[in-house]
T-cell receptor, first 114, second 110 residues
């Protein structure tokens, strides 16, 4: 079974630009969560989608948005990029049932904002 | 609020044993996860505890006490490749997210 894939793996942008990151979950997983991770920091929760619905959102400004498609693939968008948005962005998929909420992570997209 | 505490950094010697602690305060509990993350890589699943007690998996064991809001990850026969960050995460009954600790950076010395 293929794992979680994320594209692109690396991205360099300048301040003020916008960026779209993509995540394809494991087949059969309908839950996709997005995290931001900066050096030395834990995982900061951005949002979670399940069957195209955003069920939860972390404490990030409105410049961060996301969506999920009917095939469970998800995208996140960051508009008006700031230097502080430089980070590793991780996507994780899960079955998210009452008894199974283990998350499987993709390799991440490393975003550098200049 | 919801909070998970782990030591920031630990150092141990190759071949030794190390215990990484995690304490949590969350609204509801639906299991506790340990993940390993090597520098620059994605976290990978190590263990899951939902009932009190010890779960053993090779060189790694994880313990949970729900009444104390406490877990530990025990790593035996340490190898250099065990140098990584170890993340503790708790599932709650609602809000569809895992609550993550900041991670413990484990440094293994020869």
């Amino acid at each position: 079974k293929a794992g979680v894939t994320q594209t692109p793996r690396y991205l360099i942008k300048t301040r003020g630009q916008q960026v779209t990151l993509s995540c394809s979950p494991i087949s059969g997983h309908r839950s996709v969560s997005w995290y931001q991770q900066t050096p030395g920091q834990g995982l900061q929760f951005l949002f979670e989608y399940f069957s195209e619905t955003q069920r939860n959102k972390g404490n990030f400004p409105g410049r961060f948005s996301g969506r999920q498609f009917s095939n469970s693939r998800s995208e996140m968008n960051v508009s008006t990029l700031e230097l502080g948005d430089s980070a590793l962005y991780l996507c994780a998929s899960s079955l998210w049932t009452a008894t199974n909420n283990e998350q499987f992570f993709g390799p991440g997209t490393r975003l550098t904002v200049l | 609020g919801q909070n998970i505490d782990q030591p920031t950094e630990m150092t141990a010697t190759e071949g030794a044993i190390v215990q990484i602690n995690c304490t949590y305060q969350t609204s509801g509990f639906n299991g506790l996860f340990w993940y390993q993350q090597h520098a620059g890589e994605a976290p990978t699943f190590l263990s899951y505890n939902v009932l009190d007690g010890l779960e053993e998996k090779g060189r790694f064991s994880s313990f949970l006490s729900r009444s104390k809001g406490y877990s530990y990850l025990l790593l035996k026969e340490l190898q250099m490749k065990d140098s990584a960050s170890y993340l503790c995460a708790v599932g709650t009954d609602s809000n569809y997210q895992l609550i993550w600790g900041a991670g413990t950076k484990l440094i293994i010395k020869p």
